[in-house]
């Protein structure tokens, strides 16, 4: 008896039909067009932005709050404070509350009540965002009596909680069973469970998930226009008109005035890096308590 | 130090479905005692029926007594307090895949609020030699995940992780099914140390594992303990006819 051991090289690998061959070189062929397709609306738009706004940054452009029209020079950089204000009194409000509503679908929401909640979070992820708008100027700026910084918050903060809260559901249930139970055999309640098992084992999507919904709303201009209003001089209330870069973009943009369309340029290509930037320090310092092999 | 388990009428049910039929034993307390019987049987409803982990499936409900050492676990203690006092390893090896491998043996304690460090030292490097784990991982505790371990070694994590919590029972369901037969060699050698300290119940695919580790034999058979003796006696002289086709391998 000879086995194909004793002599390798009678046998050779069968022929691979041309039609296979040629069909799989299509697929392949198709596959890459689509990741180039993808990729150059992305790559045109970034340098674009560079191409029309570097000229117009520089220190001033940093550092100063507007000028006057027809004065050359002046800055966006109350702007740039005023979106940070606005983003953080939108996280501070939108996170917790996205990630506790996604936590209770996850882990309680398997009724009525659960449903419920599911279909109003999709239904108000497309709720347009000038309506989300409208929504705050009637609950804060009216009760208030003035634009504020809070209001842009609000409204921001509503646009990001069906995001967080459907990501951080998906994330929570994509934690096996078998981690749940590994922690009820040990004794662990169910809400110490879901805190410091589930939860800390699904961190790293639900961060995925909220710096989506932070890199969306950052760039978000209506929700703003009649909440935080916007402002020419710096301002640091949460209770007063606050300037953001969305809007300010859109004021100049929309303007009779050269300079003023270099500078939205300018600002725009601000904006895209200061969230890339932002992204990216959250990942790198969620990133770095991970253990290796860790999932 | 290990104690007995008395059952005693239990019956337990997945919504509408009965899965197990007035189960009465006695386990004998610092002994190794094997369940045996084909898939469905109701082996894996038993054993967590005796930590109330049955009670975690939704719709699943169990009724009769259950004994563990002076503990009644189905009137007058929760399943909290019950589960830290039992503990379990599960068919498949379920680290806590972010947590350190120290993380994951100190969970049991740190989850519930212990917290004297140089204690918590202590109990994690015993309860890994207990295992048998600690030449193994002793360099990388901290540094590397419970996830990145082997199957093995993951299941030996696992098993230290339950002892560390010093419960006086370790149920084990189908400890060994995931794992190769040099993994299983090593978990079967531990078996047979662990005895001494804790009881143990092991459910178990295998008939030659039953036979190596276990004092006692219970047959189940469509959700009834059809007969529950010494090893020995179920392996060569069973007094049930239907033991003895399963043994024999006529069915299951």
Known sequence: MSSPADNPSEFTAPQISLWRRGLNNLVTVAAITAVIIVLVPLIAVFGYLVYKGIGSINWAFLTQTPKPPGEVGGGMANAVAGSALILAIGSVVGVPIGIGAGIYLA???????????RFTSDVLNGVPSIIVGIVAYGLVVLSQGHFSALAGGAA????????ITRTTE????????????????LGVSKWRTTLSITLRTATSGIIT??????????????????????????NWKINQPTAALPLQIFTYAISPYDEWHKQAWAGALILIVLIVLSVSAVRFVAGRGMLKGAG | MGVSIEVDKLNAWFGK??????????????HATAIIGPSGCGKSTFVRCLNRMHETVPEARAAGSVHIGELNVYNGSSAVQIRRRIGMVFQKPNPFPTMSIYDNVAAGL???????RKKLDEIVERSLKLSALWDEVKDTL?????????????QRLCIARALAVEPEVLLMDEPCSALDPISTGKIEELIYQLKERFTIVIVTHNMQQAYRVAEFTGFFLLGKLIEFDKTEKIFTTPSDKRTEDYITGRFG
Do not use: C
């Not at chain 1, 882990?107 to 909640?117: K, S």
């Not at chain 1, 921001?156 to 995001?163: D, E, F, S, V, W």
């Open chain 1, 170 to 185: 998906e994330m929570l249930l994509l934690v096996p069973h078998a981690v749940r139970e590994a922690a009820y055999g």
């Open chain 1, 209 to 234: 998930g909220v710096m989506l919904a932070f890199a969306r709303v950052a760039g978000e201009t209506a929700p703003l226009l009649f909440t935080a209003f916007g402002n020419q001089y710096w």
């Open chain 1, 107 to 117: 882990e309680f929401g398997r009724n009525r009540l659960g449903d419920l909640i």
């Open chain 2, 17 to 30: 479905t009965q899965a197990l039929y007035d189960i009465t034993m006695k386990v004998a307390a610092n």
């Open chain 2, 142 to 154: 901290r540094k590397k995940s419970g996830a990145s371990l082997s199957g093995g070694q993951q």
């Open chain 1, 156 to 163: 921001l903060a509503i646009m990001m909680i069906p995001t």
């Open chain 2, 110 to 116: 740190k989850l519930n609020g212990y917290n004297n």
